[in-house]
Structures are given as structure tokens and as C-alpha cells.
């Protein structure tokens, strides 16, 4: 972060002179990284059988005390939504604690509240994580009993979640940069901790790191063609560019295409989405929950942070390609996801036909756009995360029960389980009276209202074809016969059951009473 | 004050029965009993509201709203008008009658009354909440919540082909709905556009969405017209129809084509007419074309059809071509007539599916080849068969034949051609009603189903038909007192409503008058007089 301030000062071949800190306005972000530091010493300092309820208690703390601290800022006497870390002489924060960030600093932080629940949970089975000590080779399926509880999840998560905080904060390409570095090198990590089925993990943690590492690469090569362009890496300075020169126009359309490409991979929109099922699939579950929740809130935030203030001028020169993107996006998640039959590669899917809807609100270019896309992200992420839940908790002898096939007849057994599971699909369905229908309403009217009624009929026909396979999850938990020898539903721990029902409460609740949530999003915009 | 209380209550008396009946899983009786409770108590305020209802009063009556989601200006707004009434009404009527017809259905494995009841509870409360909506969002929100329960009814108490007719019905409804929210948002965007901020409330949509320019009505129009037409159903939007039909349990498919498809007509005439009145007139012929070729093509189905469920539902895409070419031919006659048919067909319809439930319920085989003769045997049944079929066909003394004809008599003027070829359609309602009761209830007793219950395939070769008889007498009882129950009040109406249909005419022309006047159409029948 502060590299990165430094870095573009040079850029910007001015003086070097201290910036202007607004510590309130960004101590959530300070309290996370200062947690997360802390929490590397504990796991190097404090011997292996405390680890794991020093690092649990340290990291939910964290995200309560960051979270107060986003409370108490927004609800003190100062001038909230212009803050941040400002270079002096300019008016518009390098790293802005501006209306949106706030709330998707919010939404980052309760999700990843949830998700770190999940991820403390052991009572089921031993909790999902491996320990440090590799098995014997070719040890995919045999069980290894870890002499101690593996905790580095616990630090790599906090990292992730700031370098997420800052990613959707920064009004600076650089800062963004490092920021999305940041956030995705723990990611990677974790996708490879799985303690059971080792092998499916580590592929996808390396393929998630080999993918994302070229997505880093085409972000950064366009953030440097578009510093040939502006001159600068500060979004403004780019925009106040693309407002009518005649520099050439190739640098700025290469540059932007390439730095979007890196921002689409992160939010797993089609056709950049190639890794999400593989990952989402191989991933232990509570990381994938993580994962599916946090990083599209990150990356969309981002995406909505560089689209608006950055090119918004020149936004009739991209929309179309954008466009495409998002009906591709949609399509390709509703259409695959037909064809899946295990259960996180389903919602991989449906997450891939999710980032398109929350494309389309994201390219509408207005208030109600920003502030739909906002709320989508809050009413998906709930739903996503306790979804995941459920999934942690459907297992058979040899882990997670993942095949849709071995879900069939679990309304008979599990009858709380199979209805929880069944509104959660509904939410993802977009019915009403769930979150997902108003976040769907939020994203559609304002795409309506900004002439992309074509657009949302796609997406409306798009949302149809999704519901098929929603349903048929529905069917074979409701309809069908149970296997023989299917699995059991665990008893969920207190941290699950915590995070399931957060999850579905939000999800009830944002579809219920949605008021309160959109008056928040809809607070303010960038400033710029 | 107490009107808009007592419209709240009809919604949330019998959601309160949803969840109390859903917490007596122990023990059934007690759960179909609190259930049949909460429905009568439900119907005492149906007649409350109708007592309460004044036809010579405002547009939209015993409303209230209260503020839901400000910043897209949506309200939880409620309010009837005549034609909403009549459908709460048969509602109100119709659920009891379900309640007492499914009282001795077996249930499937495992499958306890209590989530059975709890769901058809459940599905009346947001039935109502349809009707009543005086938002259009929450009228969206509530014809999408009403597929669940209707899904999981289907989908877990239905016949053996019950999870794709459930799945079907579900992708269907659910399909027109989106298409549905594309329009929803649109009028929101167009009455923002105009009056700065955008609302969902009905009057102000009518009052602004109408001046819009003919193709934003037409695109609007579409939306709302194919969700619609999906849930009435219109041809060629009408196959979920018999699948979800065949495969309800008998009570829930009375209510399915008792009351949730009479969302799609009453959303004609509701959404559709008063929004987009252009849009209207000039697909008028295309709606016209679409519902006279129900009227033609769903009777030779009926004709055709072996299966009882889907002849019952053949019978019903026939109906609903009927009250479309009435609510399309923008006449007053006309459309009170196709209002009168939407109260009318759920009461004759719902009487015929529960007749022929009490049918298999006996034989155990929806074939109609399966029957023969059962009139020996169980007169009263017959007669039953005979009441329902002939209010099914029209003849004159019974309910369907005032709103038939008043349809007719009222879309002549504007729509002589359509009107005639409708007019076959009554030919034909005469030919497959009379032809099933022949092959079910006359003739020598035969069938699979009811030589089967004689004692096996050798009695088929029984020469004597009175030994058989005889055998058979003890097998298949009459009616017993609880079915007779259930059919009387069924009796009693398509005989009242077909001597003296004015109480109910009262009540609905004042609202169609007022559809027309904001369709911008003047009666020519009226004018002539």
C-alpha cells in the first residue's frame, strides 16, 4: 500500500512529500493487516496445540474489531465518504474510503466473518483443513492424522481479506496492483490445504496460481500501456485523458482491454472463467465459500471503481465489447451449469451466470447501478456462503458427498438441511421474497433505465435456464428415492450452523425487507 | 377503516393457518381439521368483505399500503375491485370444498396431511395476496411465490409422473414470470421517466404508462401478455396444462385450474387492458386469434383424450379461449360475461375434477376405457357426473351458460367472425362431455378398472351382467356423506348462479365498465341501446 504510494509518486515526478493520512477513515484496513501480522507471529511463536484457538479467537476478533471501527467511522462527526490517504495537492484520495468502499468494506467483513466460521469449524470429521506435514506419496486417498491442528489458513485468509479491502479501495492502478497481489498469493495457498481428496486440491491451487499469475501479467501490461496513454496511473488523471485529446487511441484501448481482462479473471466472468469450476471444485469447501463470496465483492469492486472513474467518458467505445462479455458470461454459466453433476462445479457455474447479471448492472454507468450492484454483491455473497455451508456438512465415508447423485432423497433424512438447502437455491434462482430476487431487481431496473433493455431480457432468459438446474437439485432431494448407502448430513458444529444461519437470514432478509440495505448503497458515490 | 382490515386478514389469517397447521405433524386427523377450521373461518370473511364492498364506490376498495422498499417506490399496497372480489370469493369458496375432497386422499410415503394442508393454505394466502395487489411488484412477488408451494404440492403429492410435470409447470411459470419482470421494470422505468421518480403503484402506472407511445406499450404489452398466457394458458402456450393437470392430486388440481390460471385472464384484465390500452387494441386480433384457437383445438384434445385429468384439462384450455376472446372483444356484455366465466369455470370445472376424482378414487385407473356402466352402480355419482358435465357444456339452467352466452351475445358485435367459430366450440363441449359420461357412467358394466374389482380377470367372462352387479355392489359404494358434503355447496351454486347470476353481474360490471373506460373503448353495445 504504502510501496505503492511511493511508487506512483514517482510516477508522477513530483516531490516526494508525506501524504495526508486519514487514520479513521481507514482503520478497518489498518486493524486487518495488523492482525494479520500478528497472527504470522503467533503461528511462529506459540507452540502447535494453542495455535488453533489463539488464531481462531484472534482472526473473528479482527474482523468484529474492523468492522466496529467501519461503525464508529461512519457514524462519527466526520466528513465520512472523502476520506482516505490523500497526496497533498490532490483532491481525490490515492486510496479512497469513499461511499462504496465503505459498504463493500462492510459486506467484506461480515462475509468474511462467515467464512472464517466456516473455515474454524472441525467439529465435522476433523474440520477440512491438511496438516503441514505432506502424506505419503501417492496419498491421495489415504487418510493421515496430523499430529496438530494446521492454522496457517488462518493468517493467509486475513492477508487475502485486507489486500481484498484495498483492492476495491484504490483509486490508483499501481496500488491496485499490488493490492490484487495481495489478495490473490493466499488464495492460491489455501486452495491447496484440503486435508482430504490432496491431489484435486493441489491442481487447482496451481492452476488458480498459473492462470492468475497471467491475468496479473495482462493487468499489469495494461496498466503500463495505459500510463503511455495518460501519462499517469491515477484513475482521474486517466479519465481527464479519455476526455478529448489526440493522444493515441490504440494505447488506450489495448490498455484497457488488457486491464480488464485481469480484473474479468478475478471476478470469474465468462469468458475469463475457465479456472472458477476446477478451483471451486477442488478447493476445501469453507476456502471455496470464501473465495466465491469475498473475491467477487473485491473484484467487482474494482471493476465498478475503474469503469467509473476512469472511463467512463470513453464508455460508448467499450460497452458493446462489454456487453458481449456479460451475455457470454451468462450464458455459458447457465448452459454448462446444466450439464454438471457435482454440486460445487454447479455453483462455480451459477457463480459464472451471477458475475454476468452483476456485469450488467455493473456497465449501466449510473447511481442505481452502482448501488444494485452493490447490493447484489451483498445479498449473492450470503447466499453463496451458506450454501457452501451446507455443502460442508452433506459428507460419506469418504469426505464431502459432492456428487449431485448422492444428494438425492435428502429431504427424507435431513428434512432441515434439504429445506434450508432448497430456499438457498431458490434465493440463487432469483425467486421472490429471497435476496436474490432484489438484487436482480436492483441490477435489471437500473440496466433498463439506462437502455440496455435487450441486454436484460438475455439475462432474464438467461436467469430461466439457470433455474433448471437449481430445480433439479430441488427435485433430487425432494422427489427422489435416497441411495442405498448415501451420505449422512453431519451435525453442524456451532461455527456452521453460526455461518448457515447468517447466511440464510440475510438471504431472508434482504428478500423480505430490502429498504435498509439499498438506503446504504445508495448512500453516495466515488469521489473523483 | 374496517374494510382494509378485513382485506388484510383474508391475507393473513390463512398464512397464520399455514404455519399452525405445519406444526401438527403428529396427528393427520388433527391437521386436516384445523385446516378445513381455518378455511371456513377464512370463507366467513370472504362473505364479510363481499358485505363490506360497495359496487358503486371507488375503483379500488378496502385498501391499504404501507411503504416496502421506498427507494424503488414499492408498497405492500392491497385494494379489490369487483372483478378482484369474485375471485377472492371463489377462492374462498373453493378451498373448504378442496379440503373436504382430499380428506381421505392416501397420501404418498412418508408425506404427513400436515404438510399438505399447510402448503394449500399457504398457496390461498398468496392467491389472495394476487388478486388483492394494488402494486405491481408486489402482484410479481406474489405470482412467483405462488409456483412454490403449487411446485412442491405437484412435485411431492402428485400421480407417478409427478416430478416432470412438476418441473414443467415450475420452468414455465417461472419462464413467462422473467419475461413478466422485463416488463415490470419497464413500466417502473417509463412512469419514472415521466414523473421523476418511478412507482410500482397500480393507478399511477395506469394513469402514466398508458400515455406512453405504442411500441414502448407494445414491447411492455408483450412481456406481460406471455406470462400470462403462459399461466391462463393460452394455445400454444397451454402443454404444461395437462401434464400438471394428470399429475396433481384431484384437490390441487382443482385449485390449479379453479383459480391459478384465472391469474393469467385476470392479469389481462388488470395489467394489460388499463397499462397499454394501445397495445391492446392493436394486438387485440392476435390475442383473439390465439384464444379462438384454444376454444377449438383444446375441445378436440378433450375429445380425444383416455386419461379423465387430462380431459378435465383439455376441457379447461377451451374455457379459458372463451374468457379470452370476452376480456379482447372490449364489450361491457363481454367482459362482465368473461369474469362471470372465470368464477363460473372454477366452480364446474372444480366440481367435474372432483367428480372424477371420486370416479378414480373407486376404480384406481384414470383410463376412461378403464370404466363402463358405473351408473348401475353408483347412481348418485352419475348424477354428479351429469350435474358437472352439463355446467361444463353450458346448457342453459346452469352457471356456465349465462357467462357463455354473454360473451358470445357481447363480443358479436365487435367480433362477429371469432364469435362464430367460438361458437363451434359449444358444439363440440357437448360432444366430449356427453361422449365420456357414456363411456364411464351407460352401458353394460365393463373396464378394466371396474371388472377388476369384481375379483380378477376371470369374472370378465361372467355372461350375467346381474351377477356381476351384484358382485360388484359391495366393492364400489355411492357416494358416501363426506363427498356429498363437499359436492352439494357445488350444486347449489351452478343452479343459483345459473337462475339468478345478477348478485355476482352487480359486483363485476361497475370494475369492467371502468377497465373499458380506462382502455379508452366506448361500448357499441351499450351505445346501440
Same mark, same amino acid.
Given at each position: 500500500m504504502f510501496q505503492a504510494t511511493l511508487g506512483s509518486q514517482d510516477l508522477a515526478q513530483s516531490a516526494v512529500n508525506i501524504p495526508e493520512i486519514d487514520w479513521q477513515a481507514i482503520s478497518p484496513v489498518v486493524v486487518v493487516f495488523v492482525a494479520a501480522c500478528l497472527s504470522v507471529l503467533v503461528e511462529a511463536f506459540l507452540p502447535r496445540e494453542r495455535r488453533w484457538s489463539v488464531q481462531v479467537t484472534l482472526s473473528l476478533l479482527t474482523v468484529v474489531a474492523a468492522g466496529l471501527a467501519l461503525g464508529l467511522y461512519v457514524n462519527s462527526d466526520a466528513v465520512v465518504g472523502t476520506g482516505g490517504i490523500t497526496v497533498a495537492g490532490q483532491a481525490v484520495p490515492l486510496f479512497s474510503a469513499d461511499y462504496p468502499a465503505l459498504f463493500l468494506w462492510g459486506t467484506l467483513l461480515a462475509l468474511s466473518f462467515g467464512a472464517l466460521l466456516l473455515i474454524a469449524d472441525r467439529s465435522v470429521d476433523g474440520g477440512a483443513f491438511a496438516s503441514p506435514v505432506p502424506p505419503a506419496p501417492g496419498g491421495d486417498a489415504v487418510q493421515y492424522q496430523a499430529p496438530g491442528r494446521q492454522?496457517?489458513?488462518?493468517?493467509?485468509?486475513?492477508?487475502?481479506?485486507?489486500?481484498?479491502?484495498?483492492?476495491?479501495a484504490a483509486n490508483d492502478l499501481?496500488?491496485?496492483?499490488?493490492?490484487l497481489e495481495v489478495l490473490s498469493l493466499p488464495l492460491y495457498l489455501m486452495c491447496g490445504l484440503a486435508r482430504r481428496r490432496r491431489l484435486i486440491s493441489q491442481e487447482s491451487a496451481v492452476k488458480y496460481f498459473l492462470l492468475g499469475a497471467f491475468s496479473s501479467a495482462f493487468f499489469l501490461y495494461g496498466l503500463a500501456l495505459l500510463y503511455g496513454y495518460a501519462g499517469s496511473v491515477r484513475l482521474v488523471d486517466i479519465a481527464a485523458a479519455t476526455a478529448g485529446t489526440d493522444r493515441p487511441e490504440t494505447l488506450l484501448y489495448a490498455g484497457f482491454g488488457l486491464l480488464v481482462v485481469g480484473l474479468l479473471f478475478k471476478a470469474s466472468i465468462g469468458?475469463?472463467?475457465?479456472?472458477?469450476?476446477?478451483?471451486?471444485?477442488?478447493?476445501?469447501t469453507p476456502v471455496t465459500a470464501f473465495m466465491a463470496a469475498c473475491t467477487k465483492v473485491a473484484a467487482f469492486g474494482a471493476i465498478l471503481r475503474v469503469l467509473t472513474l476512469a472511463f467512463e467518458a470513453s464508455s460508448w467505445e467499450w460497452r458493446g465489447v462489454l456487453w458481449a462479455v456479460a451475455i457470454v458470461s451468462m450464458l455459458i454459466g447457465a448452459v454448462l451449469g446444466l450439464t454438471q453433476t457435482d454440486m460445487k462445479r454447479m455453483i462455480a457455474y451459477s457463480s459464472i451466470a451471477h458475475a454476468g447479471f452483476l456485469l450488467v448492472g455493473a456497465i449501466a454507468m449510473t447511481e442505481d447501478g452502482l448501488s444494485g450492484t452493490m447490493f447484489y454483491l451483498l445479498a449473492y455473497g450470503f447466499t453463496t456462503l451458506a450454501a457452501f455451508g451446507i455443502i460442508t456438512l452433506v459428507r460419506d465415508g469418504n469426505g464431502e458427498a459432492t456428487h449431485l447423485s448422492q444428494w438425492a432423497g435428502l429431504a427424507k433424512r435431513s428434512p432441515l438441511v434439504a429445506a434450508t438447502f432448497a430456499f438457498l437455491l431458490l434465493a440463487l434462482a432469483g425467486i421472490p421474497l429471497t435476496s436474490g430476487f432484489m438484487g436482480k431487481l436492483a441490477v435489471f431496473s437500473a440496466a433498463i433505465a439506462d437502455g440496455m433493455a435487450p441486454l436484460v431480457v438475455v439475462a432474464l432468459l438467461a436467469s430461466a435456464i439457470a433455474a433448471f438446474f437449481y430445480l433439479r437439485v430441488i427435485v433430487l432431494m425432494y422427489f427422489s428415492e435416497p441411495a442405498q448407502d448415501g451420505p449422512t448430513v453431519s451435525v453442524p458444529g456451532a461455527f456452521t450452523t453460526a455461518a448457515i444461519t447468517l447466511g440464510v437470514v440475510v438471504t431472508l432478509l434482504l428478500g423480505v425487507l430490502?429498504?435498509?440495505?439499498?438506503?446504504?448503497?445508495?448512500?453516495?458515490?466515488?469521489?473523483s | 377503516m374496517s374494510g382494509s382490515v378485513l382485506l388484510l386478514a383474508l391475507l393473513f389469517l390463512p398464512l397464520l393457518g399455514a404455519l399452525v397447521v405445519a406444526f401438527l405433524r403428529s396427528d393427520d386427523r388433527v391437521a386436516k381439521g384445523a385446516a378445513l377450521g381455518f378455511s371456513i373461518a377464512e370463507l366467513a370473511l370472504v362473505v364479510a368483505a363481499w358485505a363490506a364492498y360497495d359496487p358503486a364506490g371507488d375503483r379500488i376498495q378496502l385498501g391499504s399500503s404501507a411503504e416496502w422498499i421506498p427507494r424503488f417506490g414499492v408498497h405492500f399496497a392491497v385494494g379489490v375491485d369487483g372483478i378482484a372480489l369474485v375471485m377472492i370469493a371463489l377462492i374462498g369458496i373453493l378451498v373448504p370444498i378442496v379440503i373436504g375432497g382430499s380428506w381421505n386422499d392416501r397420501l404418498p410415503e412418508e408425506r404427513t396431511a400436515a404438510g399438505f394442508y399447510s402448503l394449500i393454505l399457504l398457496m390461498q394466502a398468496l392467491m389472495v395476496g394476487v388478486f388483492a395487489a394494488t402494486d405491481v411488484l408486489l402482484f410479481y412477488v406474489l405470482f412467483e411465490a405462488v409456483l412454490v408451494p403449487?411446485?412442491?404440492? +405437484?412435485?411431492?403429492?402428485?400421480?407417478?409422473r409427478r416430478q416432470y410435470a412438476a418441473v414443467k409447470f415450475f420452468l414455465y411459470s417461472l419462464l413467462g414470470g422473467l419475461i413478466m419482470l422485463a416488463s415490470v421494470i419497464g413500466v417502473y422505468v417509463v412512469s419514472g421517466n415521466q414523473l421523476g421518480s418511478g412507482t410500482f403503484d397500480w393507478e399511477t402506472l395506469v394513469a402514466t404508462v398508458s400515455?406512453?407511445?405504442?411500441?414502448?406499450? +407494445?414491447w411492455l404489452f408483450l412481456g406481460f401478455f406471455i406470462a400470462f398466457a403462459i399461466k391462463a394458458p393460452l394455445v400454444p402456450l397451454h402443454t404444461w396444462l395437462p401434464d400438471a393437470g394428470a399429475e396433481a392430486p384431484i384437490g390441487v388440481g382443482v385449485l390449479l385450474v379453479g383459480v391459478l390460471d384465472k391469474i393469467g385472464t385476470y392479469g389481462f384484465l388488470r395489467y394489460c387492458l388499463p397499462m397499454f390500452p394501445d397495445a391492446s387494441r392493436e394486438l387485440a386480433p392476435l390475442v383473439l386469434v390465439l384464444a379462438v384457437a384454444g376454444v377449438i383445438y383444446g375441445a378436440l384434445l378433450a375429445v380425444g383424450q383416455d386419461d379423465m385429468k387430462r380431459f378435465v384439462s383439455y376441457t379447461s384450455v377451451a374455457h379459458f379461449g372463451f374468457i379470452a376472446l370476452g376480456v379482447f372483444a372490449f364489450t361491457s356484455q363481454a367482459q362482465a360475461g368473461a369474469v362471470l366465466y372465470m368464477v363460473n369455470h372454477g366452480i364446474a370445472t372444480g366440481m367435474l375434477f372432483l367428480v372424477v376424482g371420486m370416479v378414480i378414487a373407486r376404480g384406481g385407473s384414470r383410463n376412461i376405457s378403464d370404466y363402463g356402466g358405473l351408473a348401475k352402480l353408483t347412481p348418485v355419482l352419475a348424477g354428479m357426473f351429469v350435474v358437472a358435465g352439463l355446467a361444463s357444456l353450458a346448457l342453459p339452467g346452469t352457471n356456465s351458460f349465462v357467462s357463455e352466452f354473454l360473451v358470445l351475445i357481447g363480443a358479436f358485435p365487435t367480433q362477429p367472425v371469432f364469435t362464430v367459430i367460438a361458437a363451434v366450440g359449444m358444439v363440440l363441449a357437448a360432444l366430449y362431455v356427453l361422449w365420456v359420461y357414456q363411456r364411464v357412467m351407460q352401458g353394460p358394466l365393463r373396464g378394466n378398472a371396474v371388472l377388476g374389482l369384481a375379483g380378477g380377470p376371470g369374472a370378465a367372462g361372467d355372461p350375467s351382467s346381474e351377477g356381476l352387479a351384484a358382485r360388484l355392489a359391495s366393492k364400489v359404494p355411492d357416494l358416501s356423506r363426506r363427498e356429498l358434503a363437499v359436492l352439494a355447496p357445488l350444486v347449489a351454486l351452478v343452479l343459483f348462479l345459473g337462475v339468478y347470476p345478477q348478485p355476482v353481474l352487480d359486483v363485476i360490471t361497475p370494475s369492467v365498465d371502468a377497465t373499458l373506460t380506462e382502455l379508452g373503448v366506448t361500448d357499441p353495445v351499450q351505445e346501440g341501446n
Open positions: 492454522t496457517e489458513v488462518f493468517p493467509l485468509a486475513l492477508f487475502a481479506l485486507g489486500g481484498m479491502m484495498v483492492f476495491l499501481l496500488t491496485m496492483f499490488v493490492a469468458p475469463f472463467h475457465a479456472w472458477t469450476p476446477d478451483v471451486y471444485q477442488g478447493a476445501p430490502p429498504a435498509f440495505a439499498l438506503d446504504w448503497a445508495s448512500v453516495g458515490g466515488f469521489v | 403449487m411446485y412442491f404440492l +405437484i412435485g411431492r403429492f402428485g400421480g407417478a400515455t406512453a407511445d405504442t411500441s414502448t406499450q +407494445i
